[in-house]
C-alpha cells in the first residue's frame, strides 16, 4: 500500500526561526494536506494542495506540492511559541476520500 | 461551521466490556465517517470506513467482529469496541466528510 515518510521525527527550535518539514511517498497523490495537532485533540487542516507543483500560503505557512505528486513541503516562518505541536502531512487520492499520514514532525518551540 | 464532536472524551473501563464512542457532525450531514487509532507518539492510523445506510469497510487487519461500526443517520456514527482489552488502549479519532475531512476531538480510551 501508499506509504509516506515525514522528516524530521522532531525539531527543537528558537522562536522566531523557520522550520521546514517534509514528505514522501512511495506513489502518487492527487492531493496533499498539511494538519497541525495538539495534545489530547483532532488533527486540524493548515493547508490543502490540489496541483502539481502548487505553492500555498496560510498566514506564516507555506507548503508546495511537489512536481512528481510524491512528495510535499511545509515550511513555518518566524516560529512562535504556539507553533508547538505535531505536524502531519497526509495525501488522498479522492475529495473526501481516506487519508494516509506521515509519522508526524513533533515541533518544540523555545521562547 | 463544519464541527465534529465526539462523545465521551475519555472513557475507562474494565477488560472484557465493550464501549461505545458517539461521533457527530453538528452543523453539516455527512454520508461518510471515518474512524482512526491513534498509539502515543504515533500517527493517525485508518481503521474503518463508515457509510451512512451500508455496512462499513474496514481496513487490512481491523477486526470488523471487534470494532463494531454503525452509522445510521447522516449525523451520527458510532464505534463500539466489544471485549475491550489493555492493548485496545489508545485514542480514537473519527472525522466526517463535507467536501474535506474534519476531525472530531478524540476519544481517551482506558482499558485496564
Known amino acids: 500500500g501508499q506509504q509516506l515518510n515525514q522528516s524530521p521525527q522532531s525539531m527543537f527550535i528558537q522562536e522566531g526561526e523557520d522550520v521546514s518539514m517534509n514528505c514522501t511517498s512511495s506513489s502518487i497523490f492527487n492531493t496533499w494536506l498539511w494538519y497541525k495537532q495538539e495534545p489530547g485533540e483532532g488533527p486540524v487542516l493548515l493547508i490543502a494542495?490540489?496541483?502539481?507543483?502548487e505553492l500555498t500560503s496560510n498566514g506564516r505557512l507555506t507548503a508546495q506540492f511537489g512536481i512528481t505528486r510524491k512528495d510535499s513541503f511545509l515550511n513555518i516562518s518566524a516560529s512562535i511559541p504556539s507553533d508547538v505541536g505535531i505536524y502531519f502531512c497526509?495525501?488522498?487520492?479522492?475529495?473526501?476520500?481516506?487519508?494516509?499520514f506521515g509519522q508526524g514532525t513533533e515541533l518544540s518551540v523555545k521562547p | 461551521g463544519a464541527v465534529v464532536s465526539q462523545h465521551p472524551s475519555r472513557v475507562i473501563c474494565k477488560s472484557g466490556t465493550s464501549v461505545k464512542i458517539e461521533c457527530r457532525s453538528l452543523d453539516f450531514q455527512a454520508t461518510t465517517m471515518f474512524w482512526y487509532r491513534q498509539f502515543p507518539k504515533q500517527s493517525l492510523m485508518l481503521m474503518a470506513t463508515s457509510n451512512e445506510g451500508s455496512k462499513a469497510t474496514y481496513e487490512q487487519g481491523v477486526e470488523k467482529d471487534k470494532f463494531l461500526i454503525n452509522h445510521a443517520s447522516l449525523t451520527l456514527s458510532t464505534l463500539t469496541v466489544t471485549s475491550a482489552h489493555p492493548e485496545d488502549s489508545s485514542f480514537y479519532i473519527c472525522?466526517?466528510?463535507?467536501?474535506?475531512?474534519?476531525f472530531g476531538p478524540g476519544t481517551r480510551l482506558t482499558v485496564l
Open positions: 494542495l490540489y496541483k502539481a507543483g
Open positions: 497526509a495525501g488522498q487520492n479522492n475529495q473526501g476520500g481516506k487519508l494516509i
Open positions: 472525522s466526517a466528510v463535507n467536501n474535506e475531512q474534519f
